[in-house]
């Protein structure tokens, strides 16, 4: 069976930092490419960071460029967003997702996906 389980979601004030993980089960976590999305009340779902299944590249949303971190360490299935300099409209429910092609994370699909964890900035 296979799980994606975010954790390290919570309130912040503007300028804080978080960082949220995803542990990944069930499937050859070490052979997906994996991405952290976002949805905000009332908005449609979005990318924030990809990274490949060795690590690099990695890629991220214009909006986060600089201030978070997206990493992974195969050995433990877990992958991480570290989130700094945190402003108000990085609230939303941060998802992690896995598929093969980092394209298809690109493009806003993936094979898994977990439940959510919700982030909370406030100014």
């Known amino acids: 069976q296979v799980q994606l389980v975010e954790s390290g979601g919570g309130s912040v004030q503007a300028g804080g930092s978080l960082r949220l993980s995803c542990v990944a089960s069930?499937?050859?976590?070490?052979?997906?490419?994996m991405g952290w999305f976002r949805q905000a009340p009332g908005k449609e779902r979005e990318g924030v960071a990809y990274?490949?299944?060795?690590?690099?590249?990695?890629y991220y949303a214009d909006s986060v460029k600089g201030r978070f971190t997206i990493s992974r360490d195969n050995a433990k299935n877990t992958l991480y967003l570290q989130m700094n300099s945190l402003k108000p409209e990085d609230t939303g429910v941060y998802y992690c997702a896995a598929d093969p092609s980092v394209y298809k994370l690109w493009a806003g699909s993936g094979r898994y996906w977990g439940q959510g964890t919700q982030v909370t900035v406030s100014s």
């Open positions: 069930g499937y050859t976590y070490g052979s997906y490419c």
């Open positions: 990274i490949d299944s060795r690590g690099a590249p990695t």
